[in-house]
Nanobody, 126 residues
Framework: QVQLVESGGGLVQAGVSLRLSCLVS????????MGWFRQAPGKERVIVAT????????YYEESVKGRFTISRDNAKNTMYLQMNSLKPEDTAVYYC???????????????????WGKGTLVTVSS
């Protein structure tokens, strides 16, 4: 079984940066395509960004392109989400997710991910 633990969330003002981390344990981290999803209050969980096993392929949801950067360090079993120029509309619980599907497809749905963390709250004030 895979365990995912997010960290790095918090309350920040608009325009600043924040970095989220996701530590993965239990199985070989490099065997999983990974992703970040978020769920704003009263809304569905949606994709933010995903990254392939080696990090060579990356997908970003349109609203975060140019502001967010996803990365992974397979030696540290950790995935990151660098979030710059944060906006109030980025306020959400951010979830780390992993999929064991063999082929990286980029724009995964929630159902496409097998394992989830419990989430970390990011609140951006205006």
């Amino acid at each position: 079984q895979v365990q995912l633990v997010e960290s790095g969330g918090g309350l920040v003002q608009a325009g600043v940066s924040l970095r989220l981390s996701c530590l993965v344990s239990g199985r070989t981290f490099s065997s999983y395509h990974m992703g970040w999803f978020r769920q704003a209050p009263g809304k569905e969980r949606v994709i933010v960004a995903t990254i392939s096993l080696s990090g060579s392929s990356i997908y970003y949801e349109e609203s975060v392109k140019g502001r967010f950067t996803i990365s992974r360090d397979n030696a540290k079993n950790t995935m990151y989400l660098q979030m710059n120029s944060l906006k109030p509309e980025d306020t959400a619980v951010y979830y780390c997710a992993a999929t064991s599907r063999p082929y990286y497809s980029g724009s995964y749905s929630v159902d496409g991910m097998n394992f989830w963390g419990k989430g970390t709250l990011v609140t951006v004030s205006s």
